[in-house]
Structures are given as structure tokens and as C-alpha cells.
């Protein structure tokens, strides 16, 4: 089936420090999948955070950037200098373009902490 | 203002008893959705439905039954509750389309004794 694998956490990084956190994909029911990064700050609900619906192409939204890599299967989360209100759970997720209503598959979630 | 709205907050049951968690969408979205998070387990969808129809059903047992009295309704029935069935049940909606962002509400969590 299809599936998401992500960063184990939790991870702590230092503010201003750089981050990456790894997602890879397996989509063997999907034809042309899409990919999100959703984020659940503490105390908040699930919100996204950035979406790339064609391969090759680079999503980026409040300092992070993923870029979406079908040779590779993988849609790695980037920064390049932490903040401490970045601290929150990140979810890597998998779409369907095949279908009008797509459900998403998600990864386990990574709990980043940025300590000052 | 809360957008979706999902009640009650916690919810504990026991086991073989039945239980109704609400969700409710003021976003003017066509599509709905039902996730379920266990612990130390990913998100996993369950249901989706569009102009309160079935769309797609994820979940293998027929004790989990949404439904929809109203558009921006997506209530779900469990019966006959086991423990296993303990997590955070999560509501999302979205414009039509497979493209279309999918917004949360912020969960019941269930717990079965």
C-alpha cells in the first residue's frame, strides 16, 4: 500500500541553526501523487504548511522548502535558520490527484524543539 | 471563530457501548473527511464524503458509520466499542477538487475502558 517515512523525533536544534527533516514516499496505488507538509503547533490544530502537486517542482511557505523528487520518492523538509516558534509537530503526507475527493496518507509526525 | 468544529473534546466509553462524535464546518466546503490517530501511529484516513455522499471508506469495519443530516454535517457513529478503538478522531473538510487543502478540526479523543 502506500505509505509515508519520516524523521523519527523527537529533534532539537539550536535557533538560527539550519534543519532538515527527511520524508520519503511510496505510492504504489497512486498514479501522480501529491505532497504536503502539515504542522500542529502546540495547543493548535493541524494546519498545512506547504503543498507540491508536480514533480520536480519546489513548495515553500514561512521559511521552509521541500522540493518534490520522484527519482528519489522523497519530499525532505528544509530551513535554513530555526526559529523558536517553529517548535511544533511536523507531518509528512501523501495525496491523490486520481480521485475529485483525495484522501492523504501521513507519516508518523516529527516533533521539532528549538531551544534559544 | 472556530471553523470546524469537532464535539465533544474527550470522550471515554465502555467497551460494547456506542458512542456519536459531532463535526460541524462553517468553511462552505463541499467535501468532509474523517481521520483516526492512534498512539504512536500515523494519521489514518477513514472516510470521505462529498455533497454528503460516500465517497471513499478506508475502514474495514462496518461498526464505524458517518453521517450526514446536514451539508456541513459529518457526525460518526461507532458501535459495539473496544478498547483498540481508543485515539484522537480528527474532522477535516475541503473545496471539491483533489488539489484542494484539507482543513482540520482539533480532534475528540476517545477513550475506550
Known amino acids: 500500500g502506500d505509505s509515508v517515512t519520516q524523521t523519527e523525533g523527537p529533534v532539537t536544534v539550536s535557533e538560527s541553526e539550519s534543519l532538515i527533516i527527511n520524508c520519503t514516499y511510496s505510492?504504489?496505488?497512486?498514479?501522480?501523487?501529491?505532497l504536503f507538509w502539515y504542522v500542529r503547533y502546540p495547543g493548535e490544530g493541524l494546519q498545512l504548511l506547504l503543498k507540491?502537486?508536480?514533480?520536480?517542482q519546489k513548495g515553500s511557505s514561512r521559511g521552509f522548502e521541500a522540493t518534490y523528487n520522484k527519482e528519489t520518492t522523497s519530499f525532505h523538509l528544509q530551513k535554513a535558520s530555526v526559529q523558536e516558534s517553529d517548535s511544533a509537530v511536523y507531518y509528512c503526507?501523501?495525496?491523490?490527484?486520481?480521485?475529485?475527493?483525495?484522501?492523504?496518507?501521513f507519516g508518523k509526525g516529527t516533533k521539532l524543539s528549538v531551544k534559544s | 471563530d472556530p471553523k470546524i468544529i469537532q464535539k465533544p473534546k474527550y470522550l471515554v466509553a465502555v467497551t460494547g457501548s456506542e458512542k456519536i462524535l459531532i463535526c460541524e464546518q462553517y468553511?462552505?466546503?463541499?467535501?468532509m473527511y474523517w481521520y483516526r490517530q492512534s498512539a504512536k501511529k500515523p494519521l489514518e484516513f477513514m472516510f470521505s464524503?462529498?455533497?454528503?455522499?460516500?465517497?471513499d471508506n478506508q475502514t474495514a469495519s462496518s461498526r464505524f458509520q458517518p453521517q450526514s443530516s446536514k451539508k456541513n454535517h459529518l457526525d460518526l457513529q461507532i458501535t459495539a466499542l473496544k478498547p483498540d478503538d481508543s485515539a484522537t478522531y480528527f474532522c477535516?473538510?475541503?473545496?471539491?477538487?483533489?488539489?484542494?487543502?484539507?482543513?482540520f478540526g482539533p480532534g475528540t479523543r476517545l477513550t475506550v475502558l
Open positions: 507540491v502537486i508536480t514533480a520536480g
Open positions: 464524503y462529498s455533497y454528503q455522499k460516500l465517497m
Open positions: 468553511l462552505g466546503h463541499n467535501a
Open positions: 503526507a501523501l495525496g491523490d490527484s486520481g480521485g475529485s475527493n483525495a484522501k492523504l496518507t
Open positions: 477535516a473538510s475541503s473545496q471539491e477538487g483533489a488539489y484542494a487543502e484539507q482543513f
Open positions: 505510492a504504489t496505488s497512486i498514479a501522480y501523487p501529491n
